[in-house]
């Protein structure tokens, strides 16, 4: 009988690490005891010590293991971001802690965005990355409201006000977001300035306004969402990688690829993830996607409309899993439920995929 309660325990520790895991167990034991439901949340929360236990080392850094083994602003900003959710004050510390020792060593209230392992020193780019800086913002101030510490909100709007300070500027659309504060402006690129969409994190800025009334005012959150109405290129209408504002028409920045590609790729995550009427501006990467099946992300040539790459990876079909349930297209796939590390990039796109189900759309779980 030990013996059988010792099977039943372990049966339920992995169901619980692994939310939608099927675990069989004996007819007497299934007659014995209800199945526990399954809650929006659980999702993340029995993900996250896989993905930990993968790409989060010891000390708190976040191994970019698609590239070298890096770590990155935006990566300790998803990990800490990704610990919250999970209830982990933990993880978060241990995260938050390596990224202010190793990440904040400029003069100014922004992360130095690049650290690589076997380079000395190991910071070797200390420009910032916007989208990190708002990432690592919107996690100290979820953790400060999860755990009731105000010196986190208070460090959250410090960055916030530096990149509303550094790193915006005037554009047909009103205020945009800089990718970085030095590289991307007019004069620093042949079309400049130049922006990447996918630094807008919708949900994060609608949050972060509440904090900082400079990022209210600057009113980064609406031209955002007009950039992503009119940044719509080719007969695909999905905006590039990267935009050059020159012109009263957004159009694809010269010095780069045209191609819908790896950064773009999160433009419909945060779209969907804010939810709100911006639905409407999922559709043309739904009607794309749906050319596979199941529906699959591609990076895309938007001149000519020529897809490269189908991304296939879960993580990519959990976007298109989250866009489909934004537009009212049914529940999700077992494959999105079932959280799988593969590589660093796909992985964490899965995880915030399920945060944004859990958050905006639980109906679909």
């Not at 809650?39 to 970019?64: A, H, K, T």
């Not at 390596?98 to 990440?103: A, G, I």
């Not at 009103?174 to 922006?195: I, R």
């Not at 990447?196 to 919708?202: A, K, R």
């Amino acid at each position: 009988m030990a013996r059988l309660s010792m099977i039943v325990a372990a049966a339920g520790l992995l169901a619980v690490l692994t939310p939608g895991l099927a675990v069989a167990a004996s007819p007497a034991v299934a007659a014995t005891r209800a199945q526990p439901e399954i809650l929006p949340e659980d999702y993340i929360i029995g993900s996250w010590p896989l993905y930990q236990s993968r790409f989060v080392s010891p000390e708190g850094r976040v191994i970019d293991d698609d590239n070298q083994s890096i770590s990155h602003s935006e990566g300790q900003g998803y990990g800490m971001l990704i610990a919250v959710a999970a209830g982990d004050r933990q993880g978060f510390e241990r995260i938050w802690d390596w990224t202010d020792r190793e990440l904040f060593v400029r003069d100014d209230a922004l992360a130095a965005w690049k650290w690589e392992p076997a380079a000395e020193p190991r910071v070797t780019d200390r420009n910032d990355a916007t989208d990190g800086d708002l990432l690592i913002a919107w996690a100290l101030l979820r953790a400060s409201e999860r755990w009731k510490e105000p010196d986190w909100r208070a460090r959250a709007r410090l960055i916030v006000d530096a990149v509303v300070a550094q790193a915006l500027v005037d554009g047909p659309n009103g205020k945009m977001l800089l990718p970085a504060a030095q590289g991307f402006a007019k004069g620093e690129q042949p079309d400049g300035p130049v922006v990447n969409l996918s630094y807008w994190i919708f949900p994060a800025l609608l949050e972060l306004e509440t904090i900082s009334p400079s990022l209210e005012e600057a009113r980064l959150l609406k031209s955002g969402l007009r950039l992503a109405k009119a940044a719509r290129f080719g007969e695909a209408e999905l905006p590039t990688d990267w935009i050059s504002l020159a012109a009263e028409t957004p159009a694809p920045a010269a010095a780069f690829a045209p191609t819908f590609g790896y950064n773009a790729i999160r433009v419909p995550l945060y779209l969907a993830w804010l939810g709100r009427d911006e639905n409407r501006l999922l559709r043309p990467y739904l009607d794309r996607w749906q050319a596979a099946n199941p529906p699959t992300p591609d990076v895309a040539d938007v001149t000519v409309g020529l897809s490269i790459n189908r991304l296939s990876d879960p993580g990519y079909l959990a976007i298109a899993d989250l866009v489909a349930c934004s537009l009212g297209k049914g529940h999700v796939s077992e494959a999105t439920k079932r959280f799988v590390p593969t590589t660093y990039y796909p992985s964490t796109l899965h995880l915030l995929s399920l945060m944004a189900l859990a958050e905006r759309y639980p109906q679909c779980l």
